[in-house]
């Protein structure tokens, strides 16, 4: 239904900064929530962080709480996720996703539509 591309990923030094962005099209962008998982090699994709259809409600995983922070610009149809303090443990692709409920964040399954990821490195 909905198309996504995510971009703004790249290498940083432990303790700086990333905003990584997510274009969507081909849907009513502010119908769905949208969230960030992130998988890392050799891990299940894990949610990152969800954010309801007004951008009034957000939720996120306890290891990047104080730390990432997701937005929305339904004017523009995108989704931000300003990444701050970044940790080498932070490495991973990171896919945006859209659902239509905000409910089972965590559940991939019930996610519509997926971009195809951008690569964020974290050295030391």
């Known amino acids: 239904q909905v198309q996504l591309v995510e971009s703004g990923g790249g290498l940083v030094q432990a303790g700086g900064s990333l905003r990584l962005s997510c274009a969507a099209s081909g849907g009513t962008f502010s119908n769905y929530v949208m969230s960030w998982f992130r998988q890392a090699p050799g891990k299940e994709r894990e949610f990152v962080a969800a954010i309801n259809r007004s951008g009034g409600s957000t939720y996120y995983a306890e290891s990047v709480k104080g730390r990432l922070t997701i937005s929305r610009d339904n004017a523009k149809n995108t989704v931000l996720l300003q990444m701050n303090s970044l940790k080498p443990e932070d490495t991973a692709v990171y896919y945006c996703?859209?659902?239509?409920?905000?409910?089972?964040?965590?559940?991939?399954?019930?996610?519509?539509?997926w971009g195809q990821g951008t690569q964020v490195t974290v050295s030391s």
């Open positions: 996703a859209a659902k239509i409920s905000y409910t089972m964040l965590l559940l991939t399954t019930t996610y519509s539509s």
